[in-house]
């Protein structure tokens, strides 16, 4: 029972929040403020996408000795071409 009441009272507690969020956002902040905001969060939107795939795409890979050796020695062919 105490811990049904610990939840509903995060939850009023976190509507509670969110709506003097909301009512704040709407009442105090101007034209500019609601932009800027609005393009912060599509900002940070649009990077935690990035480092999402990043980290996605390199959780399955997996190279053998072979092609790493490859690979650096690949590099070291385009470090030698550019005269370094």
Do not use: F, H, P
Not at 56 to 68: H, I, K, Q
């Amino acid at each position: 029972m105490r811990a049904v009441k610990r939840v509903r009272n995060y939850l009023v507690v976190g509507a509670v929040a969110c709506s003097v969020g909301v009512i704040a956002y709407q009442l105090l902040l101007d034209d500019e403020a609601k932009d800027s905001l609005k393009k912060l969060s599509r900002t940070l939107a649009t990077s935690y996408r990035q480092v999402a795939s990043i980290v996605r795409d390199r959780a399955g890979t997996y190279m053998d000795a072979e092609s790493v050796r490859q690979n650096r020695q690949d590099i070291r062919d385009a470090w030698d071409e550019l005269g370094i």
